[in-house]
């Protein structure tokens, strides 16, 4: 939780931010250094980031996407993980999965494909192998799982339930890239099964990550909200391809990917303001975020928070610095709260009707 | 650093070894210094980077990218060429070499002096430092880069990385004897680089053959029959060990000769990357297992394998 105290240091700042900032790096080591250099001079930064979606609490709103973070030992060297409200790390399956053949990933206008296709070694060895380091990391553990199965998706948050320090799990029902990912993404009754079996299954908060490869997206998330979700991350990727058509043949490996990066943003930040229109559950708002102004109008549409995707392949710092940026942000604005800002467009709209 | 762990034991199942996640990596802003032309789209760009340049080592890479705009997106990896120092020895910059290919080395052509860029590195294990008698070194166009500074490195004449600070009693102890043959392989003359940086090493200990596909200079054909050439050698004329850094094909050919020849090789791979540092799972490459081979993040676990750890794809 954010206290006062707990940014005490920053109080100390001596110096202006500089355009530079959120590209340094930052290290354990010298960390206050950098929350020194990323302060203004004599501001004190108190908005309350808290953020809570229903069981779920988090010290602040700025989560980490599956699939872009690895299981966070990649990003070490660029990110202070207690500067985030929660990592998400990729994808767990019930067996080890060999993944997509390469081409895996192609760059497209302001975004890219991928067909990672889950690559991952299983659940024995995410809870042997991930789960001891990430556990031990200052901030929230939202596992991930996916399945083929109702009964996946529960014996996976059955396992583990047998382990300490997880703070929820995601669903990842929503998968554009392996057969069978994204068939309970894509109806409300099998979205609110799985969400009900998995509550069943384990003690800790549910997360239902929903695709957009959908007609209706709030119907899912409804189904999802039956189901006794806790909250809705919304979005994963835009199912897409590219082709290189000299050759007559598609580029990614397994010709179809999911679209993400700042080129989704708008069809994303659709996603969260119909869903928070119509759909009493908190979201989690992802989809091409990469500075403080799409963290806000995430925030602004209905999310109660937010994950960092794609941008932490190109801008791989970007995640710990966001959290301090929102802070002087609200503080700027004289916002005191997080709470206070999440889905104001949808106030203003009545109001003004 | 520790440069020991450079993927020489076999790749097994259950421990995965990354000696290619670098815990001291970071993410830095830094200005472009100077751009000059080597060949024919191919060019050599500085760029100030003190920590990035004290830090980094030959067949390590770094990615690169705008400072501002979402298009081009993703960062590239490129290999490290040289670093550039002080007057007190001490490396201040680094530069890299690119051949201009796709959307964003067509920007990059047109990057200038006193621009901001974005760098993160150092990424991937480099080269391991070469302690035998006479390396090889097989570069496919724009892969001979990374030779400059592993030809320094192996004949004593410049050290990089941590290794640099505590430089003396290395160097005192490179071995006199040491030798290094480039073999460098190009289309054809125009494409072929300037190599006068390499002109400062003694001739006695350094050599470069060049082959060209169209015979435009050097060697008429493929540089691997220059590789075969030089393994059919006797004595300390004959390498004992093979980096090889080029087009897939080159180096699987690269490859098969020194198996036959049972000359130890390292292989440079470039796998399409959106990351650099092992969060996207994109560039993997088939590596040797067990129970057969499994897809394994070249940017972290390589992007130097031993030749015998690689597991080709068919194409």
């Known amino acids: 939780m954010i206290t006062r105290n707990d940014h005490s240091v920053w109080l100390r700042n001596r110096r202006k931010p500089s355009e530079s900032d959120s590209y340094r790096k930052s290290s354990r080591n010298d960390r206050i250094d950098e929350q020194n250099d990323i302060a203004t001079e004599d501001q004190s930064l108190m908005a309350d980031l808290q953020v809570t979606l229903n069981r779920l609490k988090l010290r602040n709103p700025i989560l980490v996407a599956s699939g872009t973070f690895g299981y966070a030992r990649e990003m070490a060297a660029f990110v202070n993980f207690s500067d985030l409200g929660g990592i998400v790390p990729k994808t767990v399956t019930g067996e080890s999965r060999i993944g997509n053949p390469p081409p895996r990933t192609v760059e497209t206008s302001s975004g890219m494909l991928n067909s990672i296709g889950l690559d991952n070694d299983g659940i024995d060895v995410f809870i042997n192998k991930h789960v001891p380091y990430l556990t031990g990391l200052d901030t929230a553990l939202i596992a991930n799982v996916a399945g083929r199965t109702v009964d996946d998706f529960a014996m996976l948050a059955e396992r583990l339930s047998g382990v300490s320090g997880i703070a929820a799990v995601e669903l990842n029902i929503s998968c554009p890239n392996v057969s069978g990912g994204v068939d309970f993404g894509t109806n409300p009754d099998s979205a609110k099964e799985v969400v009900a079996a998995v509550r069943n299954a384990c003690p800790f908060p549910v997360i239902a990550k929903l695709t957009p490869n959908v007609t209706d997206i709030t119907a899912i998330a409804a189904g999802a909200a039956e189901g006794g979700a806790d909250a809705v991350s919304c979005v994963n990727t835009f199912q897409g391809m590219a082709i290189d058509w000299r050759r007559r043949k598609a580029v990614l490996g397994n010709v179809l990917g999911g679209l993400s990066g700042p080129a989704i943003k708008p069809l994303a930040l659709r996603c969260v303001y119909q869903i928070a229109k119509s759909v009493d559950i908190p979201i989690i708002g992802i989809g091409g975020i990469s500075t403080i102004d799409d963290v806000l109008e995430f925030l602004v549409a209905g999310a109660t928070a937010v994950q960092i995707g794609t941008a932490n392949f190109y801008n791989p710092a970007v995640s710990g610095s966001m959290a301090t940026l929102l802070n002087q942000q609200l503080d700027a604005d004289g916002i005191r709260s997080v709470a206070e800002i999440v889905g104001s467009i949808h106030q203003t709209t009545q109001q003004s009707c | 650093m520790n440069r020991d762990n450079s993927n020489v034991e076999p790749h097994s199942c259950e421990e995965i070894s990354l000696p290619g996640q670098i815990e001291f990596a970071r993410q830095h802003t830094g200005k472009i210094l100077s751009q000059r032309v080597l060949a024919d789209k191919t060019f050599a760009i500085r760029i100030d980077a003190r920590e990035l340049a004290e830090a980094i080592t030959p067949g390590q890479f770094f990615m690169i990218r705008p ?55 150092p990424l991937g294990n480099g080269f391991p430092f070469y302690e035998g008698n006479h390396l090889l070194c097989v570069g496919g166009g724009i892969g001979y880069t990374p030779f400059l500074g592993v030809s320094r490195e192996t004949l004593g004449t410049r050290l990089y990385g941590d290794s640099s600070k505590s430089s003396r009693a290395t160097r005192e102890s490179a071995n ?40 435009s200079a050097g060697h008429h054909g493929f540089v691997t029959d220059l590789v075969a050439q030089n393994l059919s050698a006797q004595g300390n004329d004959r390498p004992d060990g093979v980096y090889c850094c080029g087009p897939e094909r080159m180096m699987a050919a690269v490859a098969s000769i020194c198996q036959a020849e049972n000359v130890p090789c390292w292989l440079s791979l470039e796998t399409p990357m959106a990351c650099g540092f092992g969060a996207c799972f994109s560039c993997v490459t088939k590596v040797v297992t067990d129970d057969g081979w499994d897809y394994r993040r070249t940017c972290i676990e390589g992007p130097v394998f031993p030749a015998e750890s690689l597991a080709f794809q068919e194409n």
């Open chain 2, 176 to 215: 006199p004897e040491r030798r290094v043959t480039l073999c460098y392989g190009a289309q054809s003359q125009r494409y072929l680089a300037d190599l006068s940086d390499f002109d400062d090493f003694d001739s006695s200990r350094f050599r470069i053959q060049i082959s060209t596909d169209d015979g």
């Open chain 2, 67 to 121: 400072e501002r705009g979402t298009d081009p997106l993703l960062g590239r990896p490129f290999a490290l060429y040289d670093t550039i120092v002080d007057d007190q020895g001490m490396p201040v910059a680094l530069e890299f070499a690119y051949h201009v290919v796709g959307k964003m080395t067509n920007l990059m052509s047109e990057w200038e002096s006193g621009e901001n860029v974005v760098v993160w590195g």
